[in-house]
């Protein structure tokens, strides 16, 4: 039998789970992920717990659902009481290394009040979700003192932020520099260099990082922040796929109507979606995306080999996935947040080295997983404390060794729209503002607070999800039925506590013996 040693958690950033070589896609080649699903299996049916990238990762680090641990945005803080998996790993004397992106924000406040303050050694761990940094990228923005941009300048990339001025940076044909957050320039080649590009770097992290630890076990997240915006490729990627080469766009002109539910409505007239209302940047846009994730595809080989040529390929557990995924345009809509399964569902691929795993090598898994099974999957595997006071997902490591586990029949997800504008456009004033949903494998039902209807979906009848039923009164029965659904998930969520169930049983076991519970005077 092999012991799991080690283990590799990458996630990529935006990525589609219909753009990957081994779903499906007719242009797209991804041939080292689609080794990766030949040597594991592939989870079909794996979906977030929100649409967003912050909320979607703090559900991945604890294991808990949105409701439960509170981070409900990207500019929400995890609690100083939530548990990430860097914790369970520090009680059992491992560590969680982190190359790449993480979205984890310190919760500022809960440290004021207990006074840690800069210096202290812990502050530094709950700043990063209990992260150790190899090293910590988290793109989107710039960031000049960050150990990337002292790389560069180190390369020649003289600039005060030359993530700005080179990596998402582009040149037109006279030489005139040009922005790369405007998408209408998404066809033209960073500025940067690849093998200085953020997914180069980040795998070349991530490389050192495995080579160092020798025969040291070690627990990596390897983040890339690519493909998420903003969609600029290095040369020869920026230019691997046509317009031609890309899916078709996934959308209706019933979604248009004044029918339509309207907050739907409402997040079509933010600006990145009107603007993939538009065929010319869905043409500039999708063939950029694709080459960005060929890119990750080619650095993901090189850790492949690297982790062959180490002999890591017999000790180590590999979890590929996704945070979200990306509208492109798909459904008048462009970036993320919203319930529809290109955004919901993701590329999940999970390879156990052990021979209990070899039966299913190279399948593909139509129950369903959750973001939530990775944190479980994980203490698992390592054979560690399972947490069960606090962990709501479930270990994926039966479904890779051939058992039968008692699968969910639904999937939740969930949505803090407080903080677009679509909110504002309604009408409503700033406060709680949220979307839940439920998922099982032929309804899909929304529902919507602030006073605003239900949405529901027949993916059976209607798999592209054009058709809402939110108000068709012949499917009131299924509604009841479907929110009744959400209601018993909310209530058996895991509320925060700080004690295990042995502990809290043997505590009731001591109220026992003292006569508590008899009412005695």
């Not at 150790?132 to 989107?140: E, I, P, S, Y």
């Amino acid at each position: 039998m092999t012991t799991i040693r080690n283990v590799l958690f990458v996630m990529c950033d935006q990525l589609r789970w219909d753009h990957l070589g081994c779903a499906g896609h007719p242009y797209l080649r991804t041939p080292n992920l689609d080794a990766l699903a030949a040597r594991g299996v592939r989870f079909t049916q794996a979906y977030v717990q929100s649409g967003i990238c912050g909320p979607s990762r703090m559900s991945y680090y604890t294991g808990r659902y949105v409701a439960s641990h509170g981070a409900t945005h990207n500019r929400v803080p995890l609690s100083l009481g939530e548990v990430t998996l860097g914790w369970h790993l520090r009680e059992a004397g491992r560590t969680l290394a982190l190359a790449g992106k993480t979205h984890v924000l310190p919760d500022a406040r809960g440290m004021q009040r207990l006074r840690l303050d800069g210096q202290h050694d812990l502050k530094a761990l709950l700043d990063e979700g209990w992260f150790t940094l190899v090293d910590r990228h988290d793109g989107h923005h710039a960031e000049p003192d960050s150990a990337y941009a002292h790389w560069l300048r180190a390369q020649g990339y003289d600039s005060a932020d030359p993530w700005t001025d080179y990596v998402i940076a582009v040149e037109d044909t006279e030489g005139r520099v040009l922005n790369g957050w405007k998408m209408r320039n998404a066809r033209l080649p960073a500025r940067v260099k690849e093998q200085h590009s953020e997914t180069a770097y980040t795998a070349d992290v991530a490389l050192d990082f495995m080579r160092r630890q020798g025969d040291q076990p070690w627990v990596l997240h390897l983040s890339f922040v690519k493909p998420h915006w903003p969609y600029i490729a290095p040369a020869p990627w920026h230019a691997a796929y046509s317009a031609d080469q890309c899916l078709p766009v996934s959308r209706d002109a019933r979604e248009r109507t004044e029918a339509a539910h309207p907050v739907f409505r409402a997040f079509q007239d933010e600006e990145v979606a009107r603007s993939f209302q538009q065929e010319a940047c869905i043409r500039a846009v999708r063939p950029t995306y694709q080459g960005l994730i060929g890119q990750l595809d080619h650095h993901l080989g090189r850790v492949w080999d690297e982790m062959e040529r180490l002999g890591r390929w017999k000790d180590t557990l590999v979890i590929f996935c996704s945070d979200h995924g990306d509208y492109l345009g798909d459904h008048w809509l462009g970036e993320k947040e919203l319930f529809h399964d290109c955004i919901q569902r993701v590329p999940f691929i999970v390879y156990d080295p052990s021979p209990e795993a070899d039966a299913t090598r190279g399948t593909s898994e139509a129950r369903f997983a959750e973001a939530i099974d990775v944190v479980p999957t994980i203490l698992d595997a390592l054979a560690l404390d399972p947490a069960e006071h606090l962990v709501e997902g479930r270990t994926l490591l039966p479904l890779l060794r051939g058992e039968s586990p008692v699968g969910r029949d639904s999937v939740f997800s969930e949505l803090d729209w407080t903080f677009r504008g679509a909110r504002r456009r309604l009408g409503h004033a700033a406060g709680q503002h949220g979307a839940w949903m439920v998922r099982d494998a032929r309804w899909k039902y929304v529902h919507w607070s602030s006073g605003h209807r239900p949405q529901l979906f027949d993916l059976q009848a209607d798999p592209e999800e054009f058709q809402d039923l939110g108000a068709d009164a012949s499917h009131e029965g299924i509604r009841q039925a479907m929110r009744e659904r959400l209601l018993t998930w909310f209530a058996g969520l895991k509320r925060r506590t700080t004690l295990t169930w042995a502990e809290a049983e043997f505590r009731t076991d001591r109220h026992k013996a003292a006569g508590v519970f008899y009412g005695e005077w």
